[in-house]
C-alpha cells in the first residue's frame, strides 16, 4: 500500500536551516512509480493547513509568498522522494508540515496521499 513518510523535521533557531523528506513507500522496489505532484503543507497551532510549495513532473514549481526566496522544494526520482530546503527559518514558519503526493503505480492507478506530519519549530 502506498504511503508517504516524512522525516527532517526539528526545532531550530530563527535563521537556521532544515531539509525535509519526504519518501514514497509500501511499493515493491523495481515497480513503476511516478510522482505526478508533489507538495508541502504545514499547518500552525490554531490555523487551517496551508499550501507551502509545489512541484510537477513537468518542473513547474510554485511557493506561497512568505517563503518565496527562502525554500525550495525538489525531488529525486530514483529515490522516490520529495524535498523541501527551507533556510533563514522564522517563528511564523513553524507547525506540522505535511507531505501531499499524486503517485501513479500499475496496480493503483493515479492517487493523492499524505503523510503523517512532521514538526517544525522556530524558537530561540
Not at 519518501?23 to 490555523?47: D, F, H
Not at 522522494?81 to 514558519?93: A, G, H, R
Not at 493515479?110 to 512532521?118: A, L, N, R, V
Request: a positive charge; hydrophobic letters at 30%.
Amino acid at each position: 500500500q502506498v504511503r508517504l513518510v516524512e522525516s527532517g523535521g526539528g526545532l531550530v533557531q530563527p535563521g537556521g536551516s532544515l531539509r525535509l523528506s519526504c519518501e514514497v513507500g509500501g511499493v515493491v522496489s523495481g515497480t513503476m512509480l511516478l510522482i505526478n505532484i508533489g507538495a508541502w503543507y504545514r499547518q500552525a497551532p490554531g490555523k487551517e493547513r496551508e499550501s507551502v510549495a509545489t512541484t510537477s513532473s513537468t518542473g513547474f514549481t510554485n511557493y506561497t509568498d512568505s517563503v518565496k526566496g527562502r525554500f525550495t522544494i525538489s525531488r529525486d526520482n530514483d529515490k522516490r522522494t520529495v524535498f523541501l530546503q527551507m533556510n533563514n527559518l522564522k517563528p511564523e514558519d513553524t507547525g506540522v508540515y505535511y507531505c501531499h503526493a499524486n503517485v501513479y503505480t500499475p496496480s493503483t492507478g493515479s492517487k493523492y496521499y499524505w503523510g503523517q506530519g512532521t514538526q517544525v519549530t522556530v524558537s530561540s
